[in-house]
C-alpha cells in the first residue's frame, strides 16, 4: 500500500506532463500567430488595394463615356443644324471675324433663327455643369450637356466672312462653321476627363 501511495502522485505528475506536451504540440506559438496575422494583413491590404484601384479605373472609364457622349451629341446638334441653314450673316453685323466667334447665329429658309452658345449662367446649366451649351429656338433656350460636364471651349469659324449669296458677293463658295469644342468631365474622386473635338460642317441651301 505504502508503494501504491508513492507511486500515485508520480503518475499524476507524468499524465500532466504529457497532456501539457500534448497540448503545446497542438497549439500555436505566439510567434505564428503573429506571422499569420501578419500575412492575412497584407493580403488584405493588396485586396483592398485592387478593389480600389478597380473601382476608380471604371468610375474613370464612366466619366470618359459621358464626357465623348455629350461632345459627340454637342457637335451632331451644331452640325445638322448648319446643313439645314447658313449663317446669320446680318445678326453679325458685318464681316464675321477670322479669330472666331463664340456665338453662332444661324438662320433656316423659313426665316427662324437658330443661336449656340456657351453659357456660365448657373439658372440655364444643369447642376454641377456650368459653363454649360445653350440652343436657343426662339428665344427659348435648352442646354445640351448633361449634369457633371462642363464646357471649357467653345469657338466658332466662319466662311466666307460674308454673305456669298448677298448681290455682288465676291464669291459663291457654300457657308461652313468649323467647330471647336473642349468639354470636361468631372467627379468628385476621380481625377477629370478632358475631351477636345473639331470639326467643320457645310451649308446645304442654297440662295438663302
Known amino acids: ?92 453685323g458685318g464681316p464675321v471675324g477670322a479669330a472666331g466667334v463664340d456665338l453662332l447665329r444661324l438662320r433656316y429658309e423659313d426665316g427662324a433663327a437658330i443661336i449656340y452658345r456657351r453659357s456660365s449662367d448657373a439658372a440655364e446649366c444643369p447642376a454641377s455643369s456650368a459653363p454649360c451649351v445653350m440652343r436657343d429656338v426662339g428665344g427659348i433656350g435648352a442646354s445640351l450637356t448633361s449634369q457633371g460636364v462642363v464646357v471649357d471651349t467653345l469657338l466658332f469659324y466662319i466662311a466666307p466672312a460674308t454673305n456669298p449669296f448677298s448681290p455682288g458677293a465676291s464669291t459663291l463658295a457654300q457657308p461652313r462653321v ?31
Open 1 to 92: 500500500m505504502q508503494k501504491e501511495a508513492e507511486l500515485l502522485p508520480r503518475l499524476w505528475r507524468i499524465v500532466y506532463i504529457n497532456g501539457s506536451c500534448m497540448h503545446t504540440q497542438k497549439g500555436f506559438t505566439l510567434i505564428e500567430l503573429l506571422v499569420a496575422l501578419g500575412v492575412f494583413a497584407v493580403i488584405g491590404v493588396s485586396v483592398s488595394g485592387i478593389f480600389l484601384f478597380t473601382s476608380r479605373s471604371q468610375r474613370k472609364s464612366a466619366l470618359q463615356e459621358r464626357a465623348l457622349g455629350d461632345a459627340r451629341y454637342i457637335m451632331e446638334s451644331i452640325a445638322g443644324d448648319i446643313r439645314v441653314g447658313i449663317p446669320d450673316y446680318t445678326a453679325y
Open 178 to 208: 468649323t467647330i471647336v469644342l473642349r468639354v470636361r468631365a468631372q467627379e468628385p474622386g476621380v481625377d477629370p476627363v478632358d475631351i477636345h473635338v473639331q470639326t467643320t460642317a457645310s451649308s446645304r441651301v442654297y440662295g438663302l
